[in-house]
Structures are given as structure tokens and as C-alpha cells.
Nanobody
Framework: VQLVESGGGLVQPGGSLRLSCAAS????????MRWYRQAPGKERELVAH????????IYADSVKGRFTISRDNAKNTVYLQMNSLKTDDTAVYYC????WGRGYWGQGTQVTVSS
């Protein structure tokens, strides 16, 4: 199982980024996918979740209305569209899935929101 995030970078407040997580080594279309983030000095938090059927849920109240999770099962990729970014969104963003009770993480992609 491999999860590879991309799309992070430096962006000004109010800007947008789209993160991608390319999955391989398992039947992507049949598993729930999640995005987490971890800011400096803080615990990792669940940001968003999407089922195999594409039903999405944003968990973090601070990003509701600004972030959207989606997936393309044909490309084995899950996305996190982040709009109206704030400095508090600065974090490492991780892709995650659980297969037969074992969790798998990507290496993370850094998102820095700063003027």
C-alpha cells in the first residue's frame, strides 16, 4: 500500500490549493479515504472523510464551507480542495486509509499560509 500526497506549498491568506493523494497497492475504489492535518505543536486532526461511494464529510469545524474532499476512482486519487485559506490552516496534510484494521499514512505535504 502506498499513499503519495502532492500539491502543498506556500500560499497567501485567502488563496487556494488542491492537494492530491495518489494511492496504489490496494483496490482504491472500495475503501474510505481521509485527510488529516498536523500543525506545529498540535495533535493530528481529522479534516475530511470520503466513502468508497463518494459520500463526503468534513469533520473539522474550522474548515467547513472552505474545504472539499473528492475522489476519482479511475485515477486512484483523492483530493482536498482548500479555498479561502487562513494562517491557521498551516500544517502538514496527510492522506490515510485503513485496510483490514491496519492504518496506512502518506508521507504528508506541507501547506504554509503566510503573507
Amino acid at each position: 500500500v502506498q499513499l503519495v500526497e502532492s500539491g502543498g506549498g506556500l500560499v497567501q491568506p485567502g488563496g487556494s490549493l488542491r492537494l492530491s493523494c495518489a494511492a496504489s497497492g490496494f483496490t482504491f475504489s472500495t475503501y474510505v479515504m481521509r485527510w488529516y492535518r498536523q500543525a506545529p505543536g498540535k495533535e493530528r486532526e481529522l479534516v475530511a472523510h470520503i466513502t468508497d461511494a463518494g459520500v463526503s464529510l468534513i469533520y473539522a469545524d474550522s474548515v467547513k464551507g472552505r474545504f472539499t474532499i473528492s475522489r476519482d476512482n479511475a485515477k486512484n486519487t483523492v483530493y482536498l480542495q482548500m479555498n479561502s485559506l487562513k494562517t491557521d490552516d498551516t500544517a502538514v496534510y496527510y492522506c490515510y486509509t485503513s485496510i483490514w484494521g491496519r492504518g496506512y499514512w502518506g508521507q504528508g505535504t506541507q501547506v504554509t499560509v503566510s503573507s
